[in-house]
């Protein structure tokens, strides 16, 4: 076995990026990123909206409008 060309010592890894870990990002930013890896494009501005009206509303909590059954 003979080396054909050298390389500068370190591995294949190094320089390389890391995505940003998801404790990192929101959950928007995880939903845009995902839909760009799917559908090659950003999320459209209505899916979007409706994305983040859904994250305002798991963030409320439970629904304290609704009639109580007794």
Same mark, same amino acid.
């Given at each position: 076995?003979?080396?054909?060309?050298?390389?500068?010592?370190?591995?294949?890894?190094?320089?390389?990026?890391?995505?940003?870990?998801?404790?990192?990002?929101?959950? =928007?930013?995880? !939903? #845009?990123? &995902?839909?760009?890896?799917?559908?090659d494009?950003?999320?459209? $501005? /209505?899916? =979007?909206?409706? !994305? #983040?009206? &859904?994250?305002?509303?798991?963030?409320?909590?439970?629904?304290? $409008? /609704?009639?109580?059954?007794?």
């Amino acid at each position: 076995v003979r080396a054909l060309s050298r390389g500068s010592g370190g591995s294949l890894a190094d320089g390389a990026s890391l995505p940003p870990a998801l404790d990192e990002i929101g959950p =928007a930013d995880v !939903f #845009a990123r &995902l839909h760009r890896q799917r559908f090659d494009t950003d999320p459209p $501005d /209505a899916l =979007a909206r409706a !994305f #983040a009206e &859904l994250l305002a509303h798991a963030h409320a909590g439970p629904d304290t $409008d /609704a009639e109580e059954t007794a």
